[in-house]
């Protein structure tokens, strides 16, 4: 008989996170929903505790299901709440109705699923074509509790950056200013208010980005300890309207163009303040060269790779120290 914690809908997303983490969720055996609650199948003992964070969960036998077992393997990727989202090489590589099935199979609440086939213009919006389902583009997605509105097709939004977005809130520290000049519909933003009492500018030019930010502010209110202010207009002109060396933190996610923003960057953050710079290249060291001339001031504290981009071509973040002498 399997073995379970029963845990409350809110807990669950971080509950399961966790588990996964220390090896013990089971994962033959389906995690079930009830009214309020969630039962999740642990690889434990009956009378086990199970601790995670603060909360401490018993472990009992339960009668959830056992997992369907299948072989489907599955083309890389993104699940954006009910909908799917493959890239456009992966349809050279596949019959399209056994794709479709296999999706199918292995997400059977998928409502779409669409082909992304490029990405456009400064606003980085994805052009998208159906290729099975509801013409669905309003989706939520879910982020460590939080919940994100997008329009897809209209705005940029990865469901890869979660774990950025979560790590870059775990770093910032409560009652610091931070800027996060390009938001999108508010990740990083929304990310660091729920976790500390910040005080988060969030920018984006798009303004429909700028529309779901306003929404997911207001989606994610019971959630935020620290406030969010969103604007809506090119971070160029941010100087004009903050004051100088307002900032303890800048972030400065557009990886293609963010080294053009160093004097943005440079009049926003007060001596000693923090970058975090998103950048697209194809090494490391590559990467060093140049921002060393672009920011030849500052101290470089390191450069990690956060996700893969394009073959050989990977978007790195770069933390970086203005210097404490202007
Ligand atoms: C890579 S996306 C940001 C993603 C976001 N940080 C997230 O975590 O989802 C870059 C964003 O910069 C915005 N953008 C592009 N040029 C801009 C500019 N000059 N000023 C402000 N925002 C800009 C785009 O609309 C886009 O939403």
Not at 86 to 96: A, M, Q, S
Not at 169 to 193: L, N, Q, R, Y
């Amino acid at each position: 008989m399997p073995v379970c914690i029963e845990v409350s809908r809110e807990l669950a997303e971080t509950v399961l996170r966790e588990l996964r983490k220390q090896g013990l969720l089971d994962d033959l055996h389906l995690v079930q929903r009830r009214d309020s609650s969630v039962l999740i199948p642990v690889k434990e003992n009956p009378g086990s505790q199970v601790r995670i964070g603060e909360y401490i969960f018993t472990a009992v036998e339960c009668s959830v299901p056992e997992k369907k077992k299948t072989s489907v393997k599955l083309p890389s990727l993104d699940v954006i709440g009910d909908v799917v989202i493959i890239r456009e090489n992966v349809l050279g590589l596949w019959d399209t109705s056994e794709l479709i099935n296999a999706i199918r199979q292995v997400y059977p609440r998928v409502k779409s699923i669409w082909i992304k086939e490029l990405t456009v213009d400064e606003y980085r919006k994805p052009v998208l074509r159906l290729l099975w389902g509801e013409e669905k583009r309003e989706v939520v997605a879910k982020e460590h509790g939080l919940q994100f509105k997008v329009k897809l097709g209209e705005v940029y939004f990865n469901p890869r950056l979660s774990e950025e977005h979560h790590r870059l809130a775990e770093a910032t520290k409560s009652g610091e200013v931070v800027v996060d000049a390009f938001t999108g519909i508010g990740g990083f933003a929304i990310h660091i208010a729920s976790l500390k009492t910040s005080l988060v500018i969030a920018n984006d030019a798009n303004p429909v980005a700028y529309k779901l930010l306003v929404e997911n502010i207001e989606l994610n209110k019971k959630k935020l300890k620290g406030t969010v202010i969103p604007l809506n207009m090119d971070a160029r002109e941010l100087p004009f309207i903050l004051r100088e060396g307002l900032a303890d933190r800048v972030i400065a996610d557009l990886p293609m163009w963010s080294t053009e923003f160093a004097d943005v960057y440079n009049k926003l953050l007060k001596p000693g303040g923090i970058l975090h710079l998103y950048r697209l290249s194809r090494d490391e060291y590559l990467l060093l060269e140049e921002l060393e001339n672009a920011f030849s001031n500052w101290e470089i504290l390191e450069c990690r790779i956060v996700m893969e981009y394009a073959p050989r071509t990977g978007i790195f973040r770069c933390d970086l120290v203005k210097s404490k002498h202007v």
